[in-house]
Nanobody
């Protein structure tokens, strides 16, 4: 499966943004999909995942502000981000895996999108 991440941009603190992860080449509805982010000079960090069942799990830093959803008909997973903060600035990557469930660890994912830049100004 191939993944393409879209929707990044430059926004102000408090704004909202929606990222999309569009898949091709596989039965996407069977995949568990996660978002990770990497800020300059920092390690990649888990943001959240959505299982094939729709169950979600989030990092504490984004819980209550970010929401994952998926549209199987469009082979797309969305990351709705609200109340954005400057510390949310990063390149955001989507990743997918098969298997028994989601994971907070990037090494558990087999497929990665190219990343999309999110910049939040104060």
């Amino acid at each position: 499966v191939q993944l393409q991440a879209y929707g990044g941009g430059l926004v102000q603190a408090g704004d909202s943004l929606r990222l999309s992860c569009v898949a091709s080449g596989g039965t996407f509805r069977r995949y568990h999909v996660a978002w990770f982010r990497q800020a300059p000079g920092k390690e990649r960090a888990f943001v959240g995942y959505i299982k094939s069942t729709g169950h979600t799990n989030y990092a504490e830093s984004v819980k209550g502000r970010f929401t994952l959803s998926r549209d199987s008909a469009k082979n797309t997973v969305y990351l709705q981000m609200t109340s954005l903060r400057p510390e949310d600035t990063a390149v955001y990557y989507c990743a997918a895996r098969r298997g028994i469930g989601g994971s907070r660890h990037g090494e558990d994912y087999d497929y990665w999108g190219q990343g999309t830049q999110v910049t939040v100004s104060s």
